[in-house]
């Protein structure tokens, strides 16, 4: 395409060349040829430019790398830096001697140092290297769509934009921690467990005294203990603390009401990381962590183990999860659309150009029998047919002649027109109704509309390998569109924010079908166990006060088992907590001036801490224990858990 300065350039040299040849050419035919011979090497110079973009279009190859240090690396880590180093180059063709090259950066992340962007010049043995780091917050999902390349002419008549695609999806694990947990801490009570709850069957290999009894056939010779047997004159064996790993199992909600939210920063995200740094702490004290991660449409199970490589494919699993958008296709169509399109301009400009997407004339044209007002062709077929009868027919003509008055053969032809006009002015009159209502849909903004419709339309169906049908679809039918726009942008990372809330008031993202699910999988996860257990469950369960009942009845079937249960809430960051008039330290609430806005953000606070309290007061009275994500330090506390558990000191 033509920049600024090459279309001025342009204009002047043509109008150079006209006046040169009509006026000038006969006194100075130098001006002539020399406006003439800047025309041709303009155009010479547009055909060499336009032959190398097309040469190189399909001739470059992109290389992506991550690395840490010096060591390239297959996944990224959660709050760790690393360096994104990509290499482009030109298999073949002509060189361009003036590109500008831009590494598309995911979305959410930005860069710490180094430069994605370079002006340089692009052959086949000189490739361009961009290398910058990048400094991944949360875990998840990156995704690196490909390279943009800017590309114009050293006189910088020319440009040209292309942007080559290699998308890439690379997790990013959560972080590595040692959140306590080389702090193993062995039975802290050396006595017998309360009435009712049965010690770890599980061998013993502690290191501290558990108590003396008789030796007994088969008991290995290292536990004898050799002073008192020799003052009881027989072989006492000593029983150690039974210094055996605890099982933890992990609930993670990943239903839609915990996707919400930017990428990187969602409730999902943030249980994830909590997640894995419980999974990793506990792994170093050598106990057994578990994980279901649910929904509300399934749950899926990884049994309890301690191996590296267990806890490696947990770590996977949490990026995976937290890496999910949100399933929801409920967005308005002209939101998808403006959407959409701008990120088709900047990741497809090739399947946009008007040559291979073009916008047919007719398109634009609304069609009469499509709309409501159809009934008005009624009028004059009803009219005609009416007209040609005899009676009706010497009636329009003494119509016309009371209205022309004819007194000789020149007034004749104004009879004549008088008669046309009462016959035929209802199918004039609907004629010019007919193309004014059809060439609406040339005018904008409905024709800016449609045409980006058409394109959507067309790019999806070839990016799907959908049928022509599709196209049409995505114009007329409002529901297809919005469900392929929807999936366009979830499988690029960038969803508009859905709606929250309907038109009653009422939360869109309950998920009241993820209770039910959670409550059997804790009730699956109690069968199978063996000794007494740490439960915790990460969930969104706020909204859902109301309906938690199955959960409730799973909670005490694993209280009624000695088992412990701890509720970890993730907790909105601009709400602010609940004020405990108990604290003293609390801060004491101070009157605003009452507004419209501020009654309602008030209402709606006041709201979601009454559904707190109630889901607190009702897992507590089931024996659980419930913890926000932004009160204290859920690691640590799951931690102290763990050691409670294994040193039997269970109270009910």
């Not at 100075?28 to 097309?54: G, M, S």
Request: aromatic share 8%.
């Amino acid at each position: 395409m033509l920049t600024s300065r090459g279309w001025w350039f342009l204009f002047v040299v043509s109008e150079a060349a006209l006046f040169g040849v009509l006026v000038v050419a006969k006194y100075a035919p130098t001006v002539p040829i020399f406006a003439l011979t800047l025309v041709l090497w303009f155009v010479a110079e547009w055909i060499w430019f336009a032959t190398r973009t097309t040469a190189a279009n399909g001739r470059i190859a992109i290389e992506r790398r991550i690395l840490q240090g010096d060591r390239e690396l297959p996944t990224l880590w959660a709050g760790v830096d690393c360096t994104i180093r990509v290499t482009i180059r030109l298999t073949g063709g002509p060189a361009l001697p003036f590109v500008s090259l831009a590494d598309k950066l995911p979305v959410g992340q930005h860069i710490k140092s180094g430069h994605r962007r370079t002006i340089s010049r692009l052959s086949k043995s000189e490739p361009i290297v961009l290398e910058y780091k990048i400094h991944p917050n949360a875990p998840g999902v990156v995704r690196f769509e490909g390279v943009e390349l800017r590309t114009a002419d050293l006189c910088g008549f020319f440009y040209r934009r292309m942007f080559f695609r290699s998308p890439t999806e690379y997790l990013v694990l959560p972080p590595l921690t040692d959140d306590d947990g080389t702090q193993r801490a062995n039975k802290r009570f050396n006595t017998l467990p309360p009435p009712g709850v049965h010690r770890i069957r599980r061998a013993g290999s502690g290191t501290e005294l558990l108590h003396l009894r008789d030796y007994l056939v088969g008991d290995p010779p290292k536990t004898i203990a050799w002073k008192a047997s020799a003052r009881k004159d027989k072989l006492i064996t000593k029983e150690l603390e039974s210094d055996v790993p605890v099982r933890c199992v992990l609930f993670l909600d990943a239903s839609n009401s915990t996707r919400l939210g930017a990428v990187g920063a969602t409730p999902l995200a943030k249980l994830a990381g909590i997640g894995a740094g419980v999974l990793q702490a506990a792994a170093s004290d050598r106990d057994l962590v578990g994980l279901t991660v649910f929904d509300e449409h399934e749950a899926r199970v990884q049994k309890p183990a301690r191996t590296r490589r267990h806890t490696m494919q947990l770590l996977r699993i949490f990026a995976e999860t937290a890496g999910k958008p949100a399933e929801t296709t409920d967005g308005d169509a002209a939101t998808l659309q403006r959407h959409a399109y701008s990120l088709a301009q900047d990741l497809y400009p090739d399947l946009l150009e008007k040559r291979v997407n073009s916008r047919p004339f007719g398109l634009f044209w609304i069609p009469l029998l499509d709309s409501p007002m159809k009934w008005i062709l009624v009028v004059p077929i009803l009219w005609q047919v009416l007209s040609w009868r005899a009676e009706n027919f010497n009636a329009v003509v003494e119509m016309s002649r009371s209205i022309a008055r004819p007194r000789s053969l020149e007034d004749l032809p104004l009879l004549l027109a008088v008669f046309l006009f009462i016959m035929l002015a209802p199918s004039v009159l609907t004629a010019v109704y007919w193309f004014f209502f059809g060439i609406r849909g040339f005018l904008p903004p409905r024709s800016r509309e449609l045409s980006k419709r058409k394109q959507l339309g067309a790019l999806f169906a070839a990016r799907n390998g959908d049928t022509p049908a599709s196209i049409e679809r995505c114009i007329h039918d409002d529901a297809f569109f919005i469900e392929k726009a929807s999936h366009f942008l979830v499988e690029h990372h960038h969803q508009p924010p859905p709606k929250l809330f309907e038109k009653n008031g009422d939360y869109r993202f309950r998920c009241p079908e993820k209770v039910p699910i959670l409550a059997g999988a804790l009730l699956r996860t109690i069968g199978f166990a063996r000794d007494n257990e740490l439960y915790i469950i990460l969930a969104d369960l706020v909204e859902l006060s109301d309906a938690v009942e199955p959960l409730l009845k799973s909670i005490r079937a694993a209280r009624g088992k000695h088992h412990q249960v701890l509720v970890l809430l993730p907790w909105p960051e601009d709400l602010p907590p609940p004020i405990d008039p108990r604290d003293p330290t609390a801060p004491v609430k101070k009157t605003k001036r009452t507004t419209l806005g501020g009654v309602i953000q008030t209402s709606l606070v006041e709201g979601y801490h009454r559904k707190f309290e109630d889901l607190r007061l009702a897992l507590v009275r089931a024996g659980a224990s419930v913890v926000r994500l932004n009160q204290g330090d859920p690691v640590r506390l799951v931690l102290a858990r763990l050691d409670r558990i294994r040193g039997a000191g269970i109270r009910r």
